[in-house]
């Protein structure tokens, strides 16, 4: 039963995307984070991959570890902390936020440039077009990519924060198939719906996993369109006629 709940789904963001989202979702300056809070949400990422079977990159454990340890020495009084040759810094914080300050500069210019192609582009896909509509119809498209989904999923989950813990539950009622069948048959193409609203008649975590899997699946397949109304705006999905179901 767990292979029918697995679906492929290749991460091409890695840890310092999603560092730069945690500190843009909490609208803080990069000079200003807060290790012992962004630790404990990239953890809580982590965790939320492991739970849906995403495999990733060895990249996202060694930020971790990296983080636990940047976070053990800002918590610790310095004449506590066990003597280290090469440290120059006094903020053991300061290699992270120079290594996330040039990798947005990179994210930037990378950003800007993709713009100006896509300005220049005579020529659109059928997915282009198809955005192009929307933003015709007055409604912002922002990119949406893993990591606002998973925040989305995570506020769904809160539902069921008395619940017991989702690894512990053997609830095998519904597969990925099955909510892939039901998605389809209750979404008509050209609907939309609010990511929130998929998930109102899921009555357990285990449910609610297998819908976000069966979600991930449909959105791969070009099922559905994914927009945000403005940066860490609310998810909505439309049902395109560009899938292959």
């Not at 990422?45 to 990296?66: C, G, H, P, Q, R």
């Not at 512990?168 to 909510?179: C, P």
């Amino acid at each position: 039963m767990e292979a029918e709940n697995r679906v492929s789904l290749e991460i091409f963001e890695g840890p310092l995307d999603l560092l730069l989202y945690l500190i843009k979702k909490d609208e803080v300056d990069i000079y200003e984070v807060s290790v012992e809070r962004i630790t404990d949400q990239y953890l809580e990422y982590i965790d939320t991959f492991k739970i849906l079977n995403i495999e990733l990159a060895s990249e996202f454990i060694v930020m971790a570890a990296n983080l636990m340890y940047i976070k053990s020495r800002t918590l610790l009084p310095r004449n506590e902390q066990a003597p280290e040759e090469d440290i120059d810094e006094e903020d053991p914080r300061w290699e992270l936020i120079r290594q996330l300050v040039e990798y947005k500069k990179f994210k930037d210019a990378a950003n800007y440039l993709e713009k100006r192609e896509v300005e220049n582009q005579k020529f659109y896909s059928a997915e282009q077009q198809f955005c192009d509509d929307l933003e015709e119809e007055g409604e912002p498209i922002v990119n949406v990519g893993i990591f606002e989904l998973i925040q989305a999923f995570q506020g769904v989950l809160k539902r069921f924060d008395d619940e017991d813990d989702l690894t512990e539950i053997a609830d095998d009622r519904f597969t990925v198939s099955d909510k892939i069948d039901y998605l389809i048959t209750n979404v008509s193409k050209g609907q939309k719906v609010k990511f929130y609203q998929l998930f109102e008649e899921a009555s357990t975590k285990s449910e609610v996993l297998v819908t976000f899997l069966a979600l991930l699946e449909l959105i791969r397949l070009n099922e559905f369109q994914v927009r945000q109304n403005g940066v860490l705006g609310e998810i909505e999905l439309t049902r395109t006629n560009l899938g292959e179901i």
